[in-house]
Every structure is written in C-alpha cells, then in structure tokens.
C-alpha cells in the first residue's frame, strides 16, 4: 500500500539527520518502489520551546507490505539511533522527528498510532513536500486535493526551498 512519511530536523547537522533516516527507512525490509520524495523546506518551529532553530522538512512515499503498527515501531527505532530518547517530549527541539502520515486507506486510532495522521491536513511544513510529490492526492478523511489544502493555509510563506535533491 502506497505510505507516507514527514521527516523533520531542527538539531544538529540538520540536512545529515534526513538523508541518514531516509536511507535507513529505505533499507526497511517491507519498503519497495517506487519511492517519490519531496524537496527538503525550511520551516519555521511550530509550537517549540523559545529560540528553537528553523527545521528542515520533507516527504517520502513509497509502497509498503507490512503492517502500520510494525513499521512505526522500525521509525520509533530509526529516531532512537538518531538521537532521540524514547521519553522526548512533545513539540521540543529534536536531531529527526519521523511521523506516519498516511497507509493507504488504512483508518487506525489507538494509544500509539492515528492513521492518516490527524494534523497534517493543517501544516504546510507536511503539505508543502507532499505536495510536490502529490498535489492531487485526497488525504484519507478529505474532500479537498493536497494541493488545495496547501492553497487554503496561510503559513505556507513561512516554508522556503532548501534543496531540491538529497
């Protein structure tokens, strides 16, 4: 099934902390092509400590065969080697920040996992790379495209292009 994931990094060798949990989900047993990915943006903190650095933000999709519970226990694992304890509080400054976005159609709520991920609709720091990859993809629970929820926000000046390629 086609998932998404948003990768964040506002700590550290920023551009370094995604390209290293990129290509450890990639090197994911149950991950197969084809892979789309986002630009990487620079985005401003959304509700962080004061004085947190500028993130750098991007997509990836990919088809995949296992279970959602499965592979975000892989992605809690991936944030784990890159730095981030298991008791990192919520909204503080991190070296990787991995979220599910989406599994398909798959709808999920429980304690550990909210299938499709109940903000992204809101946040052009998610909206923006998903949209270069998919601008005319209806999130699950939507009415309206990718591209058009990206549209009706008005934080999106706030993310800028950092790269194309990575």
């Known amino acids: 099934m086609r998932t998404a994931v948003a990768l964040g990094s506002n700590v550290g060798d920023r551009f370094g902390n995604l390209r290293v949990a ?19 943006y620079e985005t401003e903190p959304v509700d962080c ?14 088809d995949y065969e ?9 992605i809690i694992r991936i944030e784990e080697e890159l730095g981030r304890r298991s008791d990192h509080p919520k909204n503080i400054s991190r070296t990787i920040d991995i ?4 599994c398909g159609e798959r709808k999920l709520e429980d304690a550990r996992l909210q299938l499709p991920h109940p903000r ?8 923006q790379p998903l949209a270069d990859i998919r601008p ?3 999130l699950p629970g939507q009415i309206k495209t990718v591209g058009e929820l990206l549209a009706d926000l008005k934080e999106s000046a706030n993310v800028v292009r950092f790269r194309h390629d990575w």
Not at 66 to 74: A, C, I, K, R, T
Not at 99 to 102: G, K, T, V
């Open 22 to 40: 990129r290509d450890a989900i990639l090197a994911l047993p149950d991950v197969k092509q084809p892979i789309l990915s986002s630009a990487i």
């Open 49 to 62: 400590e004061p004085g947190a650095e500028k993130f750098l933000n991007a997509v990836m999709e990919f």
């Open 66 to 74: 296992g279970e959602p519970g499965s592979l975000l226990e892989q």
């Open 99 to 102: 979220d599910l976005l989406y």
């Open 120 to 127: 992204m609709h809101l946040r052009s720091f998610v909206l």
């Open 136 to 138: 005319e993809l209806i």
